[in-house]
């Protein structure tokens, strides 16, 4: 069966680098997502990567 499922969002602020911000925007536009979902994706990538890197040194 079909199960909808929704997940809790929540709005920040965050200042970032003018510079930053329009290579986001080119990347999200030639990949056909938002602006919003590409920063999600890539900070989900970012923190799950750490987390590699933390356990493989202890």
Request: one cysteine or more; glycine letters at 2%.
């Amino acid at each position: 069966m079909f199960k909808i499922e929704k997940t809790e969002m929540i709005n920040k602020t965050f200042r970032l680098p003018l510079d930053l911000v329009e290579k986001l925007q080119t990347v999200a536009q030639n990949q056909g997502v938002s602006l919003n979902n590409l920063v999600r994706q890539c900070c989900e990538y970012a923190l799950n990567n750490l987390e590699k890197e933390k356990t493989d040194k202890s």
